[in-house]
């Protein structure tokens, strides 16, 4: 796949590898709380595709369950991480449990797959000593982390885009690459969808006139993996109405009136932020090295597709509520530049890059340790925990959950009833508070939203207050 037949492991580079995975490890394991189901803590974004996969185990469908047995049937809703991820930690979930803890090991394994990949990639493209200083980087890098540990597509997706960038511009096999780069594209789609104009304005930036016939390869590639994921998340493909929602809930994902809605207050924000001001000194870095010639061949093109890249990336953030995640591929794509620019902006000082990315590491290590802002907590495992119990001890009972989906993917799909809102502004299921009065779920965890009076009249509060929360039980 990647010039491993040639890839001969020397002392050097066993030394290294070993450094790497025991950095690796140490990230990844890290938790304040010395949980390491607890560091990030488990949440909406990392619980629907959790739910996805545990409904696929045992249910048979890709969806969420809004009552019991019972799906949502509006899978383009939820499948904000993609199948390419969530079918895999299905298969993880039928060998070893339901689980966070599985689910976290689970996407360990996307980390480190996707930070080795970064080596083999940067190595095939620009040598082995910037590989294996882009990696460190990266294996520094707090949201390769914040995100990573969580079960959500952007490593996923990460690691398909860099063996899509390797076969597209390195072994120039258009078809392969159309391929990495549709699963990169449904792994995270909010994310990684923008691959799609970026290689289109890439390509013809570099064959001109001559682009379409290599496009055209390269849409043969990503076609099946398209027409999968379309099969999947639009459950009526002849339903215009189904077409019509996943258009709109793409076309307005933040409950926001159009593109330009929140540009001037996301700017004024963004100009302060820390991290944003760390990603733009690496800008101006690369682009220096850039425009001194350090970039040639497969080299510029992997170079133009990531600025482009970030470019767009920098658009669909300043549109979001300053959700910095939607930076995070164009980010790990700017570390695996910057050694490779140090080398052209220091080429007076030949030791300087490697001084450089020493201190950039401690920066990302500092930051990681003391200053991150990863939040720590069980508490929707701990509530979740308490009502598994209660639903253990009562036969028949059942949970209604609302606006929760952390603590409603850790209930079995036979026990509960659910309703939550994707964007602020699309809802799945329905307010377990408005069933008739026979159906009322047993359990209420969450907001009566228009419904106090009902849940004054048939629950009471229990003493216990798992995780900080009030549990309801009807009476």
Not at 89 to 116: D, H, N, P, S
Request: charged letters at 15%; one cysteine or more; glycine letters at 8%.
């Amino acid at each position: 796949m990647l010039n491993m037949a040639r890839f001969v492991p020397t002392d050097k580079r066993i030394f290294f590898f070993c450094c790497l995975t025991s950095l690796a490890l140490l990230f990844s394991f890290w938790s304040p709380l010395g949980s390491f189901v607890a560091t990030p803590k488990f949440w909406r974004d990392e619980a629907i595709p959790f739910e996805i996969s545990r409904t696929f185990v045992e249910l048979g469908s890709l969806d969420v369950v809004v009552a019991p047995g019972v799906v949502g049937g509006q899978p383009y809703l939820t499948h904000a991480t993609g199948f390419p991820v969530t079918i895999p930690l299905a298969g993880v979930f039928k060998l070893f449990g339901v689980g966070v803890g599985q689910a976290r090991l689970y996407m360990i394994a996307w980390i480190f797959a996707a930070l080795f990949t970064v080596f083999f990639v940067a190595r095939s493209f620009f040598g082995e000593l910037n590989a294996m200083l882009a990696s460190v980087l990266v294996a520094t890098f707090t949201p390769f982390y914040a995100n990573g540990r969580t079960m959500t597509g952007e490593i996923p997706g990460f690691f398909f885009l860099m063996l899509g960038l390797y076969f597209l511009y390195k072994r120039e096999r258009p078809i392969v690459g159309g391929i990495c780069m549709a699963l990169a594209a449904v792994s995270k789609p909010s994310i990684y969808l923008l691959i799609f104009p970026v290689l289109f304005v890439e390509f013809l930036a570099y064959y001109k006139t001559h682009c379409i016939p290599r496009l055209v390869q390269v849409a043969i590639g990503m076609a099946p993996i398209l027409l999968v994921w379309v099969f999947l998340i639009v459950p009526s493909p002849f339903s215009l109405a189904h077409w019509q929602g996943m258009v709109d809930l793409y076309r307005h994902p933040f409950d926001e009136e159009s593109l330009f809605s929140r540009m001037p207050s996301a700017f004024v924000e963004t100009i302060f932020h820390t991290t944003i001001l760390y990603i733009l000194f690496l800008v101006c870095v690369v682009i220096v090295g850039a425009r001194n010639g350090v970039f040639v061949g497969e080299q510029l093109r992997f170079y133009r597709f990531s600025m482009l890249f970030g470019l767009a990336g920098a658009v669909y953030y300043l549109r979001s509520p300053g959700w910095l995640r939607y930076l995070l591929g164009f980010e790990l794509l700017l570390l695996v530049l910057v050694p490779v620019a140090l080398y052209t902006v220091l080429r007076r000082f030949r030791a300087a890059p490697v001084f450089i990315v020493g201190v950039l590491v401690f920066i990302h290590t500092i930051n990681f340790f003391y200053f991150s802002d990863i939040r720590s907590s069980t508490s929707s495992i701990e509530i979740a925990a308490f009502l598994n119990n209660e639903l253990a001890i009562h036969p028949g009972s059942t949970v209604g959950v609302i606006y929760d989906p952390p603590v409603a993917a850790l209930i079995g799909p036979e026990r509960k009833y659910q309703i939550a809102t994707i964007g602020g502004r699309e809802t799945y299921g329905a307010n377990p508070l408005s069933l008739e009065t026979a159906t009322l779920p047993t359990y209420i965890v969450g907001y009566a939203e228009g419904y106090e009076k009902i849940l004054e009249r048939y629950y009471m509060p229990l003493p216990n207050k798992p995780g900080g929360r009030i549990i309801y039980k009807k009476q």
